[in-house]
């Protein structure tokens, strides 16, 4: 028999033998030891790795779960209740339930509702635009329309809508992890409550500024007229600074205010359709813009 | 002739308005005079609405240590204290006046007497400079008495006089220099002596040979002023970069001109130097060159604060058709006007207006890796990397690569064969590396 | 009256632009492609021709398929891969060969990365090698340059002749001694002004440095890598020659043949592919020449000009993050 053949395998076999000996016990020594119920936890967790629960991932999440052994203060956007409930049914303890959210621009500047007024030429990004200037439209609090939000949002659940320059959030994939919240230069976007059938009523404006200012720029901003604050029966609208606001735990969806609102600042989502009224929205504009200019 | 050591581009110097002498910009019907014209925080307003004020009455007060007073440009009635939109559209608070006439404050002297004897001393004059509301004018607008104040322990040995104007365009610094030459240069004696040093370098880039000569006889007659003509180079007027070039001290990274011994000053800031602490004199107004190759007529006019740019536009004949950006301040380095109602500050060298043509950028393309915007960058950084980092959001990265010293020259972006916006982005991280310093404190 | 434009600083644009380079690369490619037409007669123009249009198409196909957005082939970047690659191969190649060259050279090497700026290697010279380990007796082949233009018989197997390099190769080999090859080697005039058996661009050293100088003229190109490169290559092989002159040939022999003029001056300094600082481009260029003589004098191949740029455009990155520009200041602040 060939020799060389012989010693080839027999060193070869050594080798391999020995490798796995020292092997063996550096693992030993170097042996991390994890409470298992982490792996556990991870494995029921999307995976996403989107950070909407406030940790840098799903594991750190799941590491901080197990080590407080309360499931209070945790939610995992993206899973939602089925997730955290399974979690807890897992590890012994309980979910407290909470009610689904999303992500609700609060800014309706399209192209025809706020006309663009200089033509911006530069990086497309539109925290630089928010340093550099108020933006197209002239409005310093509205939508830039450069998309950091579509390119923070690792759901793909937010597109610009190439007609009002806006974007548009998925009611499907959004999971109101938060993401986009963070990357708006402006904050305009809120994690609101999704709603049943999704309905939702917000006031689609964060201008600040006095009534008349804000029309100047965008013929549907809030002038802060204060008529729904009026018209809310449920105290679930608040005034302050020339805009309001509405609380989406107190309101009950009765759309008082959408009707009152006389620049149709104030939003609705996802409602049938009612029965068009007699419009005298253009006497109430009017009649809001001298007031605020008081 | 001297210049700076790394980087820098030569721009086309189309100074169209250098042989426009200063003209006086009639008085605007309304002027508002915004409360922040300055770097640091705004001024308090001291007059209410419906107040009487003159020429070079105090209206607003500095607030805090980095700030400046700021003065009534123009008499007449306070019509409201409001927001206007300033050069970036965003809101800010202002006085708004209606012009009544032309009273001036009795304090103020009008001669046109050079007054070349000193009698304040040196802690007297920094007080004057404090309360007349000057700030630099070459477009940072820091107050210019703190600059003046040495911190302890630190001392100057020359001071430095930027008169370089290395901005294309802009042509109001030349023009100061021809024709308040002497005034200017008591004013760089003043600052000698509230400084405590015997020596002024004047550095002026050679395209500006007349007003070299010019004060180069004038000086003569003053001991310890010297002028340096410097080699045409984009951007000398820099302070880090025109120490370098005048007299070879490097700032450090971090540091200020005082760390080396010097404290660098304006030509503009000098002359304004001289007419508060000789003529009692506030800063109110400045020459602001208005030019564009469009134009009917290039000027450079005397301008009082608060006018809007549209009267200055007016004044040469009006908005050309085919006008596609209005720019205050330099190509290089102004910001480009939303609108012509945006008045003018203490900071406003100029209105450049560009023609359609050349109001956009060029196509962006994929970075090439040229590496011309590295050997351009005049603090040795690397701005195509910083920029790549900047589109990727990785901020804390980029820390590491020294962002901070960028002096926002836009050489990067000037030269950039593919077009990209490398100052857009690197002004995006220097914000972001900012906030992420000031968090850390 | 339009809409303002609001953007940020600077407000102005200097003249120079990618178009400006990669027409400026292509006019100082000129001169060397003459030259092969001159020698190489109607085979030189139909290969060039057909490698700049196969480049052209092909970055206009990949675009259409993989990229949205507008197609980048009137930047001529392409046009350079393509005269780049054509100088590359030897003139008798069949068309369909250097056809598949250019397909790896913009599809592979250029376009996969996301096209112009992203690639880490030069795609011409990934055209080239793929050709050469794919097709190496076409690849070896080189016709001898025939004076009269438009000749026809480019064919003729009489005419083919191993490249000076190959000859110095081969007859070491068969341990001949240098003196004796030498005989069979054309003079060193000859040489520099392209009369030797190589391939389309590299033959005339002479074109090559006249175009390198055009460049320089127009700050296409620094003279860090060239001279480096060629410095490091000369001073090596005169090092090697001092040693034993009988064994190594003179350091002048290797400055006009084979590619490495060419490499030195078009392919080591494409601005893609080459470190970005002064520093790292004369590391670069100094590692280039070490390579290339190792690889002539001991590697497999006779010649080593595009594997020693392949190799270092491939430490290009490293190169360019160990070697930062010097900062304003920042000496100061160190010491």
Redesign the interface.
């Known amino acids: 028999m060939n020799t060389s053949f012989l010693y080839a395998v027999l060193s070869l076999s050594a080798l391999g033998a020995s490798a796995a000996v020292i092997l063996y016990f550096v693992a030993q020594k170097f042996k991390v030891i994890e409470d298992p119920r982490i792996d556990v936890v991870a494995d029921l967790l999307p995976g996403a790795n989107c950070g909407g629960c406030g940790f840098a991932g799903c594991r750190n999440m799941a590491e901080a779960i197990v080590k407080k052994e309360n499931m209070d203060g945790f939610l995992c956007p993206p899973g939602g209740n089925e997730t955290m409930k399974k979690i807890a049914s897992d590890l012994g303890l309980e979910a407290k339930e909470t009610e689904p959210m999303i992500a609700v621009l609060r800014c309706n500047g399209s192209l025809a509702n706020a006309p663009q007024k200089v033509k911006y030429d530069g990086a497309t990004t539109c925290a630089y635009v928010h340093m550099l200037f108020a933006g197209e439209s002239g409005c310093p609090y509205g939508c830039i329309g450069l998309g950091d939000c579509v390119t923070s949002c690792l759901f793909d659940a937010i597109n610009i809508d190439p007609v009002t320059n806006l974007p548009v959030i998925s009611n499907e994939k959004c999971v109101a992890c938060g993401a986009c919240v963070k990357a708006c230069p402006r904050t305009i976007i809120e994690l609101r409550k999704k709603g049943k059938k999704d309905r939702r009523i917000f006031v689609s404006c964060i201008n600040k500024e006095k009534g008349a200012v804000a029309k100047k720029n965008c013929s549907v901003a809030c002038i802060g007229c204060g008529k729904c604050v009026k018209v809310c029966k449920f105290d679930a609208i608040t005034m302050e600074n020339n805009i309001a606001y509405i609380d989406f735990n107190k309101c009950t969806l009765c759309r008082k205010c959408v009707e009152e609102c006389p620049t149709a600042a104030i939003h609705e989502l996802n409602f049938p359709p009612r029965k068009p009224k007699s419009e005298t929205a253009d006497n109430n504009e009017t009649a809001a813009e001298t007031k605020s200019e008081n | 002739m001297k210049t700076f050591k ?1 980087g820098g ?1 030569h ?2 110097e189309n100074k169209l308005s250098s042989h426009n002498p200063i003209e006086i910009l009639p008085l605007p019907k309304v002027a508002s005079i915004p409360l922040s014209q300055h770097l640091g925080a705004p001024a308090l307003p001291l007059v209410e609405k419906g107040a009487k004020v003159k020429v070079g009455q105090l209206i607003a007060k500095a607030q805090g240590f980095i700030s400046a007073n700021i003065h009534a440009s123009v008499s007449g009635t306070v019509a409201k204290i409001d ?1 206007i ?1 300033d050069t ?4 800010r608070k202002a006085i708004i006046i209606n012009v009544e006439g032309d009273e001036w404050d009795e304090s103020i002297d009008r001669s046109n007497e050079l007054k070349k004897d000193i009698t304040l001393d040196a802690k007297q004059i920094i007080e004057k400079i404090n309360s007349m509301g000057v700030v630099g004018l070459g477009g940072a607008t820091f107050p210019t008495y703190v600059k003046m104040m040495i911190p302890e322990g630190k001392k100057a040995d020359v001071l430095i006089i930027n008169g370089v104007e290395c901005e ?1 365009y802009l042509t109001s610094d030349h023009r100061l220099m021809l024709e308040k030459g002497e005034e200017m240069i008591v004013g760089v004696t003043i600052l000698m002596k509230a400084l405590n040093v015997n020596k002024a370098i004047i550095g002026i880039e050679s395209n500006k040979m007349d007003a070299i000569q010019h004060l180069a006889d004038i000086v003569k007659k003053y001991k310890g002023v010297e002028i340096e003509p410097l080699k045409v180079r984009y951007p000398q007027g820099g302070e ?1 970069q025109l120490i ?1 070039a005048l007299i070879n001290r ?6 200020l001109p005082i760390d080396v011994g010097c404290v660098v000053q304006n030509v503009g800031t000098a002359f304004a130097v001289y007419e508060a602490v000789q003529k009692n004199k506030p800063l109110f107004e400045r020459v602001v060159t208005i030019t564009g190759k469009n134009l009917k007529k290039t000027a450079n006019f005397m301008v009082r604060m608060g006018t809007p740019v549209n009267d200055l536009i007016e004044a040469v004949g009006g ?1 050309p ?7 205050n ?1 330099g ?9 012509t109602e945006t008045p003018i500050v203490k900071g406003s060298s100029g209105i ?1 207006i ?1 023609p ?1 043509i ?5 196509e962006t ?8 915007c ?1 050997s351009v ?6 701005p ?1 990397f910083i920029a790549a980092l900047s ?1 990727l959001l990785k901020f804390p990265e980029i820390e590491n690569e ?1 962002v901070m ?1 960028c002096i ?1 020259c ?2 990067c ?7 990209r ?1 490398l ?3 690197i ?2 991280a220097k ?2 590396v900012g906030q992420i310093i000031r968090n850390r404190k | 009256m339009a809409l303002l434009t609001v953007s940020g600083s600077p407000h102005i644009h200097g003249d120079d632009n990618v178009k400006k380079i990669m027409y400026g690369v292509v006019i100082a490619l000129i001169p060397a492609m003459l030259v092969s037409f001159y020698y190489f007669g109607i085979s030189a123009l139909i290969l060039t021709a057909v490698s700049v249009i196969s480049c052209i198409f092909f970055e206009w196909a990949a675009h259409k398929l993989f990229f949205k957005g507008k197609t980048t082939i009137s930047d001529g970047s392409a046009i350079i891969t393509g005269i780049l690659l054509a100088f590359n191969v030897p003139s008798g190649l069949p068309v369909w060969m250097l056809v598949i060259g250019a397909l790896v050279a913009i599809c592979v090497a250029k376009m996969s990365y996301g096209g112009l700026g992203k690639n880490p290697f030069n795609p011409a010279l990934v055209g080239r090698v793929f050709l050469l380990i794919s097709f190496p007796v076409d690849m070896t082949t080189w016709p001898k340059p025939s004076l009269p233009f438009l000749t026809t018989n480019f064919t003729v197997d009489g005419l083919t002749g191993a490249t000076p390099l190959g000859i110095i190769k081969e007859g070491l080999k068969q341990g001949h001694t240098l003196d004796t090859i030498q005989n069979q080697l054309p003079h060193y005039a000859e040489m520099l002004f392209g009369q030797m058996g190589g391939s389309l661009g590299e033959v005339s050293a002479i074109a090559i440095i006249i175009g390198g100088f055009y460049m320089l003229f127009r700050k296409i190109i620094t003279w860090h890598i060239p001279v480096s490169f060629i410095g490091t290559t000369l001073a090596f092989a005169l090092i090697l020659w001092l040693i034993d002159p009988t064994q190594y040939v003179n350091p002048l022999f290797h400055l006009v043949t084979g590619g490495l003029m060419l490499g030195a001056v078009f392919m080591a300094t494409d601005m893609v592919t080459s470190p970005m600082n002064p520093k790292g481009q004369l590391l670069f260029g100094f590692g280039c020449g070490v390579l290339t003589i190792l690889i002539r004098v001991w590697g497999a191949y006779p010649e080593g000009v595009s594997f020693a740029i392949l190799l270092m455009n491939a430490v290009t990155p490293l190169i360019n993050k160990g070697f930062k520009p010097k900062k304003f200041g920042e000496v100061i602040k160190n010491g």
């Open positions: 790394i581009v721009p086309e927001d939109t970036s559209g965003y809101r294309p880090k370098k490097e700032v450090p990274s971090g540091k908005l058709e085919n006008t596609g950006k209005i720019i301040g190509p290089m380095m102004g910001k480009a006007l939303n609108s450049v560009m359609e050349n109001a956009c950028r060029i393309l994929n970075c090439i890796r040229c590496a011309k590295v960058c005049p603090m040795g950084l690397e195509f589109e020294s010293d926002e836009g050489s972006a000037y030269i950039c064969p593919s077009g916006p100052l857009d982005n002004r995006l914000n972001k």
